[in-house]
Structure formats: structure tokens, C-alpha cells
């Protein structure tokens, strides 16, 4: 990991006491909580089996699952990978948003860089189904409209591929003003990779692939949105086929 790629997962080394990326705050280290975040594992599914209709005031991942699919199981997180699939019919879903609807933790600012990562794979036999994640602002709606329609709620900065699409893009929201970059990636059927985002306060968002910066899907000021974001990630089925993503961490930390 090259330290000047300004981008790190939960799991950064340290050598002799010291973070070796040293732009990215420590956190969760007493007298050095220049930072605040999350790193998920997802080694436990109490937390994730929130019953549905957002709206309860419980700590954990907010789970909703529509349209027939079924609840978060033991084993949907087996080796650490929590696994979110649809049930077999088109526009089936489901999604994870970590808090409640009131609002999230992570404020774009200035000079309060933010940083997410998150290492998933998905299924994409089929190239149809329809996957979202990153940050948002919570809400009670569902996360991805049917039949390839995108995100419909405002506020957000997420990775996303729409059915029938190609390839991966990374889109920002800032209060209905949507910049959506393609990333020149395409999916690939059940390989892990890692997906991350720079937001450099409120000035620009760049974007990186397996820890490579892809300059084409850097976002700017205009579509960086100036609200309470939280983790989140969505599946939708664009078929009559069960699909699935999996996700083995999320990381999100920000300046304080």
C-alpha cells in the first residue's frame, strides 16, 4: 500500500507503535483519536436482523429485506462474509444500513476527510442484477427502484452497477444533483475486489479499485453531499434468478 494513495482499510499495520500510513488519523487508540469510525467484520447476526421497516432505535445494521427474501441466518455469515441475496424473483431486494433513520455519523466538511473501504463480491452470471453501496443518508424507502432505476434517495456517495449495465460506476448525490462517472471496470462473478472512496471535505471524492486511484470517477463539490451519511448496501434482483453479494468488511473512518 503506497502512502500516497491517501486510503486505508481497518486492518493498517503498525510499525513500532506507529501507523505506517500516517495520513489517515488513528483511531480508537487512547491520546490519538484524531479520528472516528467503523470497521466491520460482520461476525455476528444479531445486529443484522433488525426487523423490517426502518425505524427502530437499536445500535447495529439496519436489515430490510422486500419482496419475499428472507431474513439474515447464521450461516449468511459464515467465514466473516455476510451474505445478502435476493429470493428468486425479479425485483426482489434487500439491503443493510448501519444506525437508524435519523440521521448518520458522517459529515462531509471541510478539512474532515472521510474514508471508506469495503472488499465484496457478487454474483453477475447473468449481468442483470442491480448492487449499491457506500454512504448515505438513511432513510425508509428502498434503496435501488425496480427494474434498473438507480438510487432514488438523495444524499449519497456509492458504488454502483444497474441492470444490465457493464460496467461499475461510482455516482454522487448532493440533494438531488447527481454526478454519475463510469468507472471503466466491469463486474466480475464472484471475485473478491476492494472498492474505496476519498472524500477530501467538501472540494472532490476520489474513487479507488482494488487500492488504485480511477480518475474517472472522481466527484466534485456540486455533488457532495452536506448531510449525515451512514454505510449502507443494497441488492436488487433484475430477474427471476437468485442473486447475491457478499460483503468481508466495511471500513469508513473520518477526521475529527
Known amino acids: 500500500m503506497d502512502k500516497k494513495i491517501g486510503f486505508i482499510d481497518g486492518r493498517r499495520p503498525v510499525v513500532g507503535g506507529i501507523n505506517a500510513w500516517t495520513e489517515v488519523p488513528g483511531l480508537l487508540i487512547p491520546g490519538q483519536l ?11 447476526v444479531s445486529e443484522l436482523n433488525v ?7 437499536v445500535p447495529g445494521w439496519e436489515s430490510n429485506i422486500f419482496n419475499g427474501g428472507a431474513a439474515l441466518s447464521l450461516a ?13 424473483g425479479n425485483n426482489d431486494s434487500g439491503q443493510l444500513t448501519l444506525g437508524d433513520v435519523v440521521g448518520g455519523a458522517f459529515w462531509p ?3 474532515k476527510d ?11 452470471a447473468v449481468a442483470d442484477e442491480n448492487i449499491a453501496f457506500g454512504l448515505i443518508d438513511p432513510d425508509a424507502a428502498v434503496y435501488l427502484a425496480d427494474d434498473g432505476g438507480g438510487i432514488p434517495i438523495n444524499n449519497h ?3 454502483v452497477v444497474l441492470d444490465g449495465g457493464a460496467l461499475w460506476c461510482f455516482q454522487g448525490n448532493k440533494a438531488g444533483l447527481v454526478d454519475t462517472n463510469s468507472l471503466a471496470i466491469a463486474p466480475v462473478d464472484l471475485v473478491f475486489h476492494t472498492f474505496g472512496f476519498h472524500v477530501r471535505g467538501v472540494t ?3 474513487v479507488y479499485y482494488d487500492r488504485v486511484l480511477v480518475a474517472a470517477g472522481q466527484i466534485l463539490t ?9 454505510p449502507f448496501f443494497a441488492i436488487k434482483a433484475g430477474s427471476a434468478a437468485v442473486e447475491a453479494v457478499y460483503f468481508d468488511y466495511i471500513m469508513c473512518i473520518q477526521r475529527r
Do not use: C, S
Open 34 to 44: 484524531q479520528g472516528y469510525g467503523i470497521y466491520e467484520e460482520f461476525m455476528g
Open 51 to 57: 426487523p423490517a421497516g426502518i425505524g427502530h432505535n
Open 76 to 88: 449468511d455469515i459464515r467465514g466473516g462474509n455476510v451474505l445478502l441475496q435476493t429470493a428468486g
Open 109 to 111: 466538511a471541510a478539512d
Open 114 to 124: 472521510i474514508w471508506f473501504e469495503a472488499l465484496m463480491k457478487h454474483t453477475y
Open 157 to 159: 456517495l456509492a458504488f
Open 204 to 206: 472532490a471524492v476520489d
Open 222 to 230: 456540486a455533488n457532495i453531499p452536506v448531510t449525515g451519511l451512514m
